[in-house]
Structures are given as C-alpha cells and as structure tokens.
C-alpha cells in the first residue's frame, strides 16, 4: 500500500499523502506534442524513400501531408476524435505493410519515426515493445529523444528499472528543449522512486523546474510527497503550497489541502489540520467520482485522529466508520485495515479494553489476509499492549512468540 505513511508521534495509522495531482498516464506521455524536428526527419525520409521507389507515391502524399500537420500543429494529435485517430493510425500501419521498409537502409529510420506518431495518435505498451526490439537508432535529436523517452516509459511500466534509467539519461542528452528536459527528468525521479533513491528522485524534481508553470505545480506536488515519506514535514509543505498556487483542477487544489493538512497533523498543528481537511470535506462534497471520493476518504480519516488527539471520543468514531465506509466503496484494502486499526486505539483511549482488543484482532488477521505488513505490525503492537494493559501477560507472550517466529524482525 505506498501511499500509507506512519509518524510515530501519531499513534494510529495515517492514510497521507494525497499522489494524484494532474497525473502524467501512459496517454498523458503519449500526447506531448512531437517536436517540429521529428516532422522535418519524416519528410526527408519519405523524399530518399520515394525517390528509390522503396514507397508509394499515394502513400508518400499521405506521410508527407501528415508531417506538413505536424510541423504547423505539433499536437495535433490531441485533438482528433476517436474515429480519426483509429483511421489514421489504421493509415500509418497499412503503408508500413505496402512499404519495402525492411529493405531500404533508411526503412528502419521511418519505422521508428511512425512509431512515434503512432504512440502520439493511439498509445499503447504493446507499441512500445515492439518499437524497443528495433536497435537504437544511430542519430541525434528529436528522433532520438523521442524513440528514447518512449523506451524509458515502457520500461518504468514494467519494472525494467535498468533498462527505464539508461534510456532516460539517453533521452536526456537528446531533449531539444527546457519543457521536454523537464518531463524527462520527472521520469527519472520516477525510476528513482520505484528504484529506492529518494535523494536522487528530489534531486530530478528540484532540477526539472522551468517556466511552463503547470509542470512547475506538477514537480513541486511530488518533491512535496518525497519530502513528506522521510518525515521532513516543514520542507514537504513549502513544496505543496507552491503546487498549490498554481493548482487549477479543484480536485487538484483539494490534493494539495489534504497535503498540508497531513503535513500540518504530522508536526501536531491539529488546528491548522482541522481547517484544511474541514475544506476539502466542504467541497469535495460537489464532485464525484473515485478521485473525489479519495480525498473525502482522506479528510475523514484524519479529522478522526484529530478528534481523537482533542479527546472527542464520540466524533473520531464517526469520522473513522465514514472513512471505513469509502474505503468499501473504493475497495482499498489497506485503508480498510487502518480504519479498523484507528478505531480500535480509539477505544483504547475511551478504556473499553474488550473492544479495543476485537478490533486489532480483527485488524491482524485481514492485514494478513492481504499481505499488509504496516497493519500486522500495527495490530500486533496495539495487541500486546492491550493484553498487557487488561493483565493478560501470559496472552501477549503467547502472541509475541508466535508473531516474532511467522514475522521475524516484527518484535517491538
């Protein structure tokens, strides 16, 4: 569960921080616009190509048509509707099929020039794979960057880290512009994530700020949440405010509150936290859908912990059966055993040890039910806590050996 995070001077399991903030998908990747220089290479191509006979004149109109939109509009493919975009990546794979690519020494160059524009129209991992068989191609520029940044993604998408990271410092070298050298070093912070370097995934996102301001927001959101996960709350609120300044999707200004707010509960400025979770509450009440849902989800769970932490016994329960609740409808299972985790430190608090018990039971089992390692670790330490408050000391040494032999280096 990634997005859980736990500060020790908190004793229930938080569900902070908020990752969704105008999130780059595959599509999202796929449709930057392909830069003028890669239209100019096609056409070129297509002119040698044409001029060995090595393709359709028809099919060289069409191609030379394309890179001529290109040119004029490089995200044009944005733009198209769905029948459009089918017919002309339909378009593309016919005159690959008619053209005697494979045998003409620039063939392998046009292949990879369509697979771009292809990638931009209609983007898929599949193409992907199939264009990284393709040996690199021995060229600079635009045609480079792009054949390597499309590797580097497919490569992140499947775990291939080595492969993601060698092919995004190549992309890198051959970015022709700020924006692009931007993106490119977003998805290195990515493969250092993934690859366990937080240190170099902040270095990326601190480097990668330009002028477009929408990136900017983008890079300080995920600088914010790196920051957050190694506990350096004050530098992790810095980062969000400034995503949040330039934040035009309410859901995203909404991610941004429940961020600071998480940074706020973290340092224990439970005021602050109840204002800001207090609006997302408000709002989020407007909107639908999973996103929406997310942050209500995460605003109701810690407003629970803030009721808890002001001894508003009665209140954090409510706030938790709410969270629980989404978290059903989501069908987050680590969210699930939180909220059954909190509720039983909850009780905990109120005294009702009998309550308190049943709920970390219930909470260790599902967790191992689901392969959750924060909840068993948490329900367990809760456990012998209880048992050793409610004087069942021969109950929690019987739990601690079994846990301690099934989960070694679980032991508190």
């Known amino acids: 569960m990634p997005y859980i995070s736990i500060n020790r001077a908190i004793p229930e399991l938080t569900m902070g921080p908020c990752r969704d903030f105008g999130e780059l998908s595959l599509e999202d990747f796929?449709?930057?616009?392909?830069?003028?220089?890669?239209?100019?290479?096609?056409?070129?191509?297509?002119?040698?190509?044409?001029?060995?006979n090595a393709i359709l004149p028809e099919d060289a109109d069409h191609v030379q048509e394309l890179a001529n939109t290109l040119a004029i509009a490089p995200g044009y493919a944005r733009f198209l509707s769905d029948d459009k975009k089918r017919h002309?990546?339909?378009q593309l794979y016919d005159i690959v099929r008619r053209?005697?690519?494979?045998?003409?020494?620039?063939?392998?160059?046009?292949?990879?020039?369509?697979?771009?524009?292809?990638?931009?129209?209609?983007?898929?991992?599949?193409?992907v794979s199939s264009l990284s068989r393709l040996e690199s191609p021995e060229m600079s520029g635009p045609l480079a960057y792009e054949y390597h940044a499309m590797l580097a993604l497919n490569f992140l998408l499947i775990g291939s880290l080595d492969k993601a990271a060698s092919n995004a410092n190549i992309a890198l070298g051959e970015a022709p512009d700020d924006e692009?050298?931007?993106?490119?070093?977003?998805?290195?912070?990515?493969?250092?994530?993934?690859?366990?370097?937080?240190?170099?995934?902040?270095e990326c996102l601190d480097d990668s700020l330009n002028g477009n301001e929408r990136l900017n927001a983008l890079i300080s959101f995920y600088a914010g949440i790196v920051r957050f996960e190694h506990s350096e709350y004050d530098s992790a609120l810095r980062c969000f405010e400034a995503a949040g300044a330039s934040a035009k999707d309410i859901l995203d200004a909404l991610a941004v509150r429940c961020n600071v707010g998480a940074c706020a509960v973290s340092m224990g400025d439970m005021e602050s936290g109840e204002k800001e979770f207090?609006?997302?509450?408000?709002?989020?009440?407007?909107?639908?859908?999973?996103?929406?849902?997310?942050?209500?989800?995460?605003?109701?769970?810690?407003?629970?912990?803030?009721?808890?932490?002001?001894?508003?016994?009665?209140?954090?329960?409510?706030?938790?059966k709410k969270a629980l609740k989404e978290c059903l409808e989501l069908n987050d299972k680590g969210g699930i055993a939180n909220q059954l985790g909190n509720m039983g430190v909850l009780y905990l608090y109120t005294g009702d040890h009998p309550m308190a018990l049943r709920l970390f039971n219930t909470c260790l089992l599902y967790s191992e039910r689901i392969d959750y390692r924060e909840g068993i670790r948490f329900s367990y330490a809760n456990l012998c806590v209880a048992l050793a408050e409610t004087g069942q000391a021969s109950e929690a040494r019987k739990l601690k050996e079994l846990y301690s032999s099934r989960y070694p280096g679980l032991d508190i």
């Open 30 to 52: 796929a449709r930057l616009p392909i830069h003028t220089g890669v239209a100019t290479h096609i056409k070129c191509l297509v002119e040698k190509l044409r001029a060995d």
């Open 88 to 90: 002309e990546a339909r």
């Open 99 to 127: 053209s005697s690519l494979s045998h003409h020494p620039l063939g392998r160059d046009l292949m990879l020039a369509f697979g771009i524009v292809l990638f931009s129209i209609d983007p898929s991992e599949r193409l």
């Open 180 to 202: 692009r050298q931007a993106y490119i070093k977003m998805l290195q912070a990515c493969i250092s994530l993934r690859s366990g370097d937080p240190g170099f995934a902040v």
């Open 278 to 320: 207090d609006t997302v509450g408000r709002m989020v009440s407007k909107k639908n859908g999973p996103r929406a849902l997310r942050r209500k989800l995460l605003a109701d769970s810690y407003m629970g912990i803030i009721s808890r932490a002001r001894g508003e016994y009665s209140g954090a329960e409510k706030y938790y």
